[in-house]
């Protein structure tokens, strides 16, 4: 499966984006999906994940409560919804993929597909 993250921009703090991870090649149904960032400087670190059922979600503890991960099967599209954004969420946003696992997608789930990443900055 090809994935193509879109969406990323420039917008101030507090502001919103949404993020949208397009796949390609194969249904998406079948995939735990996730996102992840990198910062200037920085590893690669867990945004959030969702099942390929979009039962069950997760999220890191920086964007608990103010981003939001979904799925459009249909679309074959995952979204990513960031609302009261911070400077420090700044970062290249990547989606990833993998075949559903009993595993779930906590922030340690390893995945076999990425996007080519979207830049998000968010200015003071």
């Known amino acids: 499966v090809q994935l193509q993250a879109s969406g990323g921009g420039l917008v101030q703090a507090g502001g919103s984006l949404r993020l949208s991870c397009a796949a390609s090649?194969?249904?998406?149904?079948?995939?735990?999906t996730g996102w992840h960032r990198q910062a200037p400087g920085k590893g690669r670190e867990f945004v959030a994940g969702?099942?390929?059922?979009?039962?069950?979600?997760e999220y890191s503890d920086s964007v608990k409560g103010r981003f939001t991960i979904s799925r459009d099967n249909a679309k074959n599209t995952v979204y990513l919804e960031m609302n009261s954004l911070r400077p420090e969420d700044t970062a290249v946003y990547y989606c990833?993929?993998?075949?559903?696992?009993?595993?779930?997608?906590?922030?340690?789930?390893?995945?076999?597909?990425w996007g080519q990443g979207t830049q998000v900055t968010v200015s003071s």
């Open positions: 969702i099942t390929w059922s979009g039962r069950s979600t």
């Open positions: 990833s993929a993998d075949h559903q696992s009993a595993y779930g997608v906590r922030w340690d789930r390893q995945y076999d597909h």
């Open positions: 090649g194969r249904t998406i149904s079948s995939y735990d």
